[in-house]
C-alpha cells in the first residue's frame, strides 16, 4: 500500500485508506474518497505539486501535503481493476 | 442609474437559502433567478462573501441568500462554520432561512447529494435543482427525474442556469415548498447512531439548546463540532464510544453511511455510463497543463489579461481624464468671480467624480477576464499552475490573478479578490496586493527619472531603474503575505483542494451580468468614499484662504492646513531627503498617486501642474537654505522608493475596507507607510554616501 502522491502521472489506483483523524480526512471522505474507489493521475503541476486526481468521472487537484492521506492499493496504468492485493510497483 | 436597481433587499419576504458544491452553476442560477436585483457584502468580521438577491415568485417576492459553494456542512475553519451557522438561525444579522435550494451537478449527482442529505437534515424544505442536465446527458447520465424526486422525497427540477431553461418550474416548486414541509427522505441510522444521536440531543437540551438533527449531526460526527455547550465533550465521548462498540469509525462513519444510503436511492434511477463525450471537455488540458506547454499558454493569456487592462483601459482613461478637464474648463470659466464655489466645484466636486469614473474601464476590463476565466473553468488550471509558487507563503494559486492585475490598478484586483475561496489567502492577498507598482506610480518614477536619473546616467539606466522600481514591490510582497499569514491572521488555510470542472464555454449575458455588477459596486459603494476623501483633501488644501487677494496658487497652497501641516511634519521626512514641498505633495496624494506630480507643479513653478518640462527645470533649481541642491538622484531614488511602498491611495483604501474591513485598511496603510518610509530613508542615506 502507498500514497497517491507516489502513483506518478497517469498511474492508477483504488482507495484503501484515507489517513488521519482530522477535518481534512473527514473532507475527502465527504468528497467521495472512499475506500474502495478507483482513482487515477492525470496531471502533474509544474512544479510537481499540486496533482489532480479523477475519481468517479470527475477531477480535483490537491496538494501533495493533502494527497498524502489518500492511501492507495496500486493497479497502475488502465489495468481491469479488481486489483489482486499485490499489484505493480508505484 | 434608477433607484430601482438600488433598492434595498425587502426583509420582509422569505429567506431561502442557496447551497451547493462549488462548480454546480450556483451562482449562475443565483444570477439568473435575482437578475441585477443583488446586495454584496461580507459577513460580519470575516472576508467571506456574503449575497443576496430578491426573486420574483408567482405569489410574492422571496430573497435568496447565495451561500459560499462548499462539499460538507462539516466546516473546515470558523469562516466554513458560516454555512450551518445561517442554516441554523445561528448567524448574526441573517434571518432564518425559510426554505434552502439546493444546487447539484446533474453530472456528479452521488457526490453532491451528500451535501444534499446534510442539509435536508435542517427540517428546512428543500427543492433540488439539477443543473447542468444537458452536460450531463451529453456525458451518458440517463436519469429518471420522476423517479429520484421520488426516492428522494423533494422536488427535483432540471435546469440549465445559463440558458435560463427549467427557472419557471424552479420558481413554482419554491413557492410550492415554502408552503409545504420537509419531506425528505432520511438517513436510516443503523441503532447504534441512533443512540448516539440521542445522547448528544439529550446533552444539548440539558444544556437549554435545541438542535435540528442537521447540528446533532455535526455534534456527534464532526471532529471539531461547530458548537459548544456544558457536558458537550462528556456527551461525544459516549457516543463514540457506542459508535466505536458498534464497529463504526466516528471520523468516517457519517460518509460511510450517508453514501451507503445515497447509493440506495440513486439504484435504478441514475445510471452513468461514460460516453466518449464525457473525456472532451477535458482534452485540451493535455496541453493547458502541461509541465511546460502549460506554463507558456498561462504566460500567454496572463499577458493578454495584463496589457489589456494596463493599455487598452489606457485610451479610455484618457479620455475620460480629457473629458472631465473639459468639464473642469467650462465650469470654472461658467463660475468665475465666485473663486472659494469654482474652486470646490472643479478642484473637488468634478476631479472627485472624474477620479472615480476613471477606475470603471479597468474595472470592466479586468471583470470581462476573470468572469471568462472564471465561467471556462481555466482558472482553476492557473491556480493549479502557479499554486506552487505561493504555497509556501499561505496563499495559494488563486492568489495570481489578482496580484499580476495589481500591475495595472489595485482597485480592480482587490475585487477580484472573490474568486479566492479560502478567506485567509484572500485577505492576506488584499494586504499585499498594492505593494505591486500600479499604473498611477507611472507618472511619480517619469518625472523623477526623467529629471534626475536620466540626464546624470543615460537612457540603459533609466530604463534598469523603472524596472527596477516595478520589481521592488513583487520582490517585497511575497514575503510579507508569509509574514502576514504566519504571524498576524489567526485562521488557519483551508486545505487546496481545487476541483477541475469541465471546460465549458462562457455565456456572453453571465460575463456581462458580472461586469455591470462589479462596475456598479465599486461606483456606488467604493466611488462614494473615494468622492468624500477627495473633497475632503480638497477642502484641508484650500482653507483657510489667505488674507490678501491675488495670491498666486502656490503661496496659498503653503498656508492651507495642508500646507502648514506638511511643513510642521517635514521634519519626519528630512532623513529621506523630502523638503517641505515634496511633504506637502506627498500628503495631498492622498487621494491619488499622481496627484504628487501636479502638486509639484503647483509648488514649483506655480504654473498648471502638467508643465512636465518647467517644473523638471524648478526642480533642478531648488536649493536648500545652505546650498545644496534639494533633488539629487539620491532624493528622486528616495522619491520614487517612498511611492512603491506607500498605500497614498484613497481608492484602494475604499475598496480594501469594502472587500475587508476598515481596519485592514487601515492596518495595510500604517505597513505600508512605515514600510515605505523606511525604504525611502535607506534609499536616500545610502545613496549620499555612494556619491560622496
Known amino acids: 500500500m502507498s500514497s497517491v502522491k507516489d502513483l506518478g502521472l497517469h498511474g492508477s489506483g483504488e482507495i484503501a485508506h484515507v489517513a488521519g483523524r482530522g477535518p481534512l480526512t473527514q473532507r475527502l471522505l465527504a468528497m467521495g474518497f472512499l475506500p474502495g474507489t478507483r482513482l487515477r493521475v492525470v496531471q502533474v503541476a509544474p512544479f510537481g505539486d499540486p496533482i489532480t486526481v479523477e475519481l468517479d468521472g470527475w477531477r480535483v487537484s490537491l496538494r501533495l501535503r493533502e494527497a498524502d492521506a489518500l492511501q492507495v492499493k496500486s493497479t497502475n496504468g488502465n489495468g481491469n481493476g479488481n486489483g489482486n492485493g499485490k499489484g505493480g510497483h508505484a | ?692
Open chain 2, 1 to 692: 442609474m434608477s433607484s430601482a436597481t438600488l433598492a434595498p433587499v425587502r426583509t420582509a419576504s422569505a429567506l431561502v437559502a442557496v447551497i451547493g458544491n462549488p462548480n454546480t452553476g450556483k451562482s449562475s442560477l443565483f444570477n439568473a433567478l435575482t437578475g441585477i436585483r443583488q446586495q454584496v457584502g461580507n459577513y460580519p468580521g470575516i472576508t467571506v462573501e456574503r449575497k443576496e438577491g430578491s426573486c420574483r415568485l408567482e405569489d410574492g417576492e422571496i430573497t435568496l441568500i447565495d451561500l459560499p459553494g462548499t462539499y460538507s456542512l462539516a466546516a473546515m475553519s470558523a469562516d466554513e462554520q458560516v454555512i450551518i451557522d445561517v442554516l441554523s438561525g445561528r448567524q448574526a444579522e441573517t434571518r432564518t432561512p425559510s426554505a434552502v435550494l439546493c444546487v447539484v451537478d446533474a453530472s456528479n449527482l452521488r457526490r453532491n447529494l451528500f451535501l444534499v442529505s446534510q442539509v435536508a437534515e435542517t427540517g428546512l424544505p428543500v427543492v433540488v435543482a439539477l443543473n447542468m442536465i444537458d452536460e450531463a446527458r451529453q456525458r451518458g447520465v440517463t436519469l429518471d427525474v420522476p423517479g429520484l424526486a421520488a426516492r428522494l422525497g423533494v422536488p427535483v427540477v432540471p435546469t440549465v442556469a445559463v440558458r435560463g431553461e427549467g427557472l419557471p418550474e424552479l420558481r413554482r416548486a419554491l413557492s410550492e415548498a415554502l408552503r409545504s414541509k420537509n419531506r425528505f427522505t432520511p438517513v436510516a441510522w443503523p441503532p447504534a447512531v441512533v443512540e448516539a444521536r440521542g445522547i448528544v440531543a439529550d446533552a444539548a437540551a440539558r444544556s437549554g439548546r435545541t438542535c435540528s438533527d442537521a447540528e446533532i449531526s455535526r455534534l456527534l460526527f464532526d471532529v471539531e463540532p461547530p458548537l459548544a455547550f456544558g457536558g458537550m465533550i462528556e456527551a461525544r465521548a459516549r457516543a463514540h464510544q457506542i459508535l466505536e462498540g458498534a464497529g463504526l469509525d466516528p471520523v468516517s462513519a457519517e460518509a460511510f453511511l450517508r453514501y451507503r444510503h445515497l447509493d440506495g436511492l440513486l439504484g435504478g434511477v441514475a445510471k452513468a455510463e461514460p460516453t466518449p463525450e464525457a473525456a472532451r471537455p477535458y482534452r485540451i488540458d493535455r496541453l493547458f497543463t502541461h509541465r511546460l506547454g502549460g506554463l507558456l499558454v498561462f504566460g500567454a493569456f496572463m499577458f493578454l489579461v495584463f496589457a489589456s487592462v494596463y493599455w487598452i483601459a489606457r485610451p479610455v482613461m484618457d479620455g475620460i481624464e480629457w473629458l472631465f478637464g473639459k468639464l473642469g474648463a467650462w465650469a470654472g470659466a461658467a463660475l468665475a468671480g465666485h473663486p472659494m464655489l469654482e474652486s470646490l466645484v472643479v478642484d473637488g466636486v468634478i476631479s472627485g467624480v472624474g477620479g472615480v469614473i476613471v477606475f470603471l474601464p479597468q474595472i470592466l476590463i479586468l471583470f470581462l477576464f476573470v468572469a471568462i476565466l472564471e465561467d471556462s473553468g481555466y482558472m482553476a488550471r492557473a491556480a493549479f499552475l502557479m499554486d506552487k509558487v505561493f504555497s509556501w507563503t499561505g496563499l495559494n494559486g488563486k492568489s495570481f490573478v489578482p496580484m499580476l492585475s495589481s500591475f495595472a490598478c489595485a482597485v480592480p484586483a482587490i475585487m477580484t479578490t472573490r474568486t479566492i475561496e479560502d478567506p485567509k489567502a484572500r485577505l492576506s492577498t488584499i494586504l499585499v496586493s498594492p505593494l505591486m507598482s500600479c499604473s498611477a506610480r507611472l507618472p511619480v518614477y517619469v518625472l523623477m527619472i526623467g529629471a534626475f536619473i536620466e540626464p546624470k546616467y543615460g537612457p540603459l539606466w533609466a530604463g534598469v531603474a523603472l524596472f527596477a522600481m516595478h520589481m521592488l514591490g513583487l520582490v517585497v510582497a511575497i514575503p510579507i503575505a508569509f509574514f502576514i499569514n504566519r504571524f498576524l491572521l489567526k485562521l488557519r488555510p483551508l486545505p487546496f483542494i481545487l476541483e477541475m470542472p469541465p471546460y465549458r464555454m462562457p455565456r456572453a449575458l453571465s460575463v456581462g451580468r458580472r461586469m455591470f455588477l462589479s462596475g456598479r459596486e465599486f461606483v456606488v459603494r467604493a466611488g462614494t468614499v473615494i468622492f468624500a476623501i477627495s473633497i475632503v483633501i480638497w477642502a484641508l488644501s484650500y482653507f483657510p484662504r489667505p488674507s490678501t487677494p491675488n495670491v498666486d496658487k502656490s503661496a496659498a497652497l503653503e498656508q492651507s492646513i495642508l500646507g502648514r501641516f506638511g511643513k510642521a511634519v517635514q521634519p519626519v521626512f528630512a532623513p529621506a531627503g523630502f523638503d517641505w514641498k515634496t511633504t506637502v505633495a506627498v500628503l495631498a496624494a492622498f487621494p491619488a498617486r499622481e496627484v504628487v506630480v501636479s502638486t509639484l507643479g503647483i509648488l514649483y513653478s506655480a504654473e498648471d501642474g502638467d508643465e512636465n518640462a518647467a517644473l523638471k527645470q524648478q526642480m533642478a533649481q531648488a536649493k536648500w537654505p545652505d546650498g545644496r541642491a534639494v533633488f539629487t538622484p539620491a532624493t528622486a531614488a528616495a522619491i520614487m522608493v517612498f511611492f512603491a511602498f506607500c498605500l497614498q491611495c484613497g481608492s484602494t483604501m475604499a475598496v480594501m475596507a469594502r472587500e475587508a474591513s476598515w481596519k485592514w485598511a487601515g492596518f495595510a496603510f500604517v505597513y505600508m507607510t512605515t514600510l515605505a518610509w523606511i525604504a525611502a530613508v535607506a534609499t536616500y542615506q545610502i545613496g549620499r554616501s555612494l556619491s560622496g
